[in-house]
């Protein structure tokens, strides 16, 4: 409904409260109901579905319209990235937020910091995905409110122009409401328990889950070593009571990223159920790492199975794993990929040890001759050393190519040494374009960058230690934050405006009237940053 409909409609119910309603005012109820347009999570996941699906359907048809988002640890994080992307770019589209189980466990977890295992409260999880929610709707409200009484300001002054843009601002105004893709590991249990998890997500907003096929006992973080992978039918399991979840909600068109850490596991809990050859679970142990057994030299202890009329032995280590057989790592990954389209997923995420766009395309070239419109999230990992990488990319292609490089130690082409020269500066262009190459050429429709905020967090922090605890002090401060805060219109520098303080403000007349004590009258020191 626009804005005077809206005002229209709630006068009707006003009214027809009768008397005792006398003292409720029309257009103050239509402005809180438009600062508030999402009543439940429910109904944004609802709402961000149907934004992802379209964008999908966008990068099918132009892999240039790829998308992208940053990981958040805190909802005011996630606020003041999509205010920021607003104030920049006047619109959130294909713009998400990224939702982290690293930073959950370093950051969120009740034990305190923890590495990324599985180890922290699940139900923290969902928890943040409804608090970057109630702050992104925050965002909405303050900027609406902003919006409003300057509508209030320009009928006051009988500009009637200026209230009729405003108007037609409010009836189409954008929302910082945006998708979030959300990690729940490898589902914290077995498939009940993620189904269950999964609840909570969806409850709490999130339209696309990301699960990844590793052991939940055993998770480890994808840049570690150490990863465990279970076969496809248990992972598939996972997938399906995430989909579950999305129907029994009425999320018809929810969003299931498949992860897949087979290119850097090299280890599986089980050996896969197989009825047949050929069959899924067979696949699976083609994998394995085996010796031929004499059955006349048979060890306590031994586990076999039977391929091609032989009997085998899997290689057992001592924690009770088994091994895979090396170089099995990229067809392992593109049948997890096949596998997972096949069977419910939307999207994939193929977890690799650096950001190689080849080495990428490779992988999607083979996923796509089964699944033509495979696509990918990826990872845009902090892990990786984006310097270093790109440096030695560029170098073995000039030494590929015959180029001279002996001016060049590839070893330690991270050196401060090597910035302004000509690989430096070429390396850095593949690293700004890696985004849309990886898109148009390995069938990336989304790129995140999983913990950017915590690195971010860390920095400025220890920029500001170091200069107010040292010779600069409180100048410290005041040039480097809030100097800057000001030159570049942050809107958190009214920090009181940004806290809610003028929201309440309103809703205190609205409750009120004149006898509203507001907190925005003259002796409110934020008045110093009107200029």
């Not at 132009?62 to 940053?70: E, F």
Request: aromatic fraction near 8%; glycine fraction near 8%; charged fraction near 25%.
């Amino acid at each position: 409904m626009t804005y005077q409909n809206e005002i229209n409609s709630l006068n009707n119910t006003i009214a027809e409260g009768g008397p005792a309603w006398a003292a409720i005012d029309g257009t103050s109820a239509a402005r809180m109901r438009l600062q508030n347009r999402f009543r439940t999570g429910l109904d944004i996941a609802k709402y961000t579905a149907k934004i992802m699906r379209a964008d999908m359907d966008a990068y099918d048809a132009d892999p240039a319209n790829y998308t992208q988002s940053l990981g958040a640890w805190h909802g005011f994080i996630g606020q003041q990235q999509m205010i920021a992307i607003k104030k920049h770019f006047g619109s959130t589209k294909r713009r998400y937020l990224y939702l982290s189980g690293w930073m959950v466990a370093a950051l969120r977890s009740e034990f305190g910091p923890l590495p990324d295992q599985s180890m922290h409260e699940k139900t923290a999880v969902p928890e943040l995905i409804e608090e970057i929610y109630t702050f992104l709707k925050q965002a909405d409200a303050r900027e609406l409110g902003g919006m409003f009484r300057d509508l209030d300001a320009a009928r006051e002054a009988g500009n009637e122009t200026e209230a009729k843009r405003l108007e037609n601002a409010i009836d189409n105004y954008e929302t910082h409401v945006v998708p979030i893709i959300a990690d729940i590991d490898a589902g914290f249990g077995n498939a009940e328990a993620t189904y269950l998890l999964a609840k909570q997500m969806i409850e709490a907003g999130a339209c696309a889950l990301q699960i990844e096929n590793q052991v939940s006992d055993e998770k480890q973080c994808g840049h570690q070593d150490g990863k465990v992978t279970v076969p496809h039918e248990d992972f598939l399991q996972k997938i399906r009571a995430i989909r579950y979840a999305f129907l029994e909600l009425g999320v018809d068109d929810g969003i299931i990223v498949a992860r897949t850490d087979s290119l850097g596991a090299g280890l599986t809990k089980q050996i896969a159920y197989s009825t047949q050859p050929g069959d899924l679970g067979d696949q699976y142990n083609s994998f394995l790492d085996c010796d031929e057994v004499d059955p006349t030299d048979i060890k306590n202890g031994q586990v076999f199975i039977s391929r091609d009329g032989k009997l085998l032995a899997p290689k057992r280590l001592p924690s009770n794993l088994y091994q895979f057989r090396p170089g099995t790592g990229v067809d392992r990954v593109v049948l997890d990929c096949i596998t997972s389209l096949q069977h419910g997923a939307d999207l994939l995420w193929i977890e690799t040890e650096k950001p190689h766009v080849e080495q990428i395309a490779e992988m999607v070239d083979k996923i796509r001759e089964t699944v033509p419109n495979a696509k990918l999230v990826y990872n845009n990992s902090p892990s990786f050393n984006w310097t270093l990488n790109f440096r030695q990319q560029v170098f073995d292609a000039w030494e590929e190519s015959g180029k001279d490089v002996s001016a060049y130690d590839r070893a330690k082409l991270m050196s401060v040494d090597y910035d302004g020269t000509d690989l430096a500066i070429e390396a850095d262009a593949k690293i700004q374009s890696f985004q849309a190459d990886a898109a148009k050429r390995a069938g990336i429709f989304h790129h995140l960058i999983t913990l950017p905020t915590y690195h971010t967090a860390a920095l400025s922090t220890d920029n500001l230690a170091k200069r107010y605890f040292g010779e600069e002090a409180m100048l410290g401060y005041v040039k480097n934050v809030q100097r800057e805060e000001i030159r570049q219109q942050i809107a958190c520098v009214k920090h009181q405006n940004m806290a809610g303080s003028d929201i309440g403000d309103d809703h205190k007349e609205y409750f009120a009237g004149e006898a509203a004590l507001k907190a925005g009258g003259k002796d409110n020191t934020m008045n110093q940053f009107a200029a």
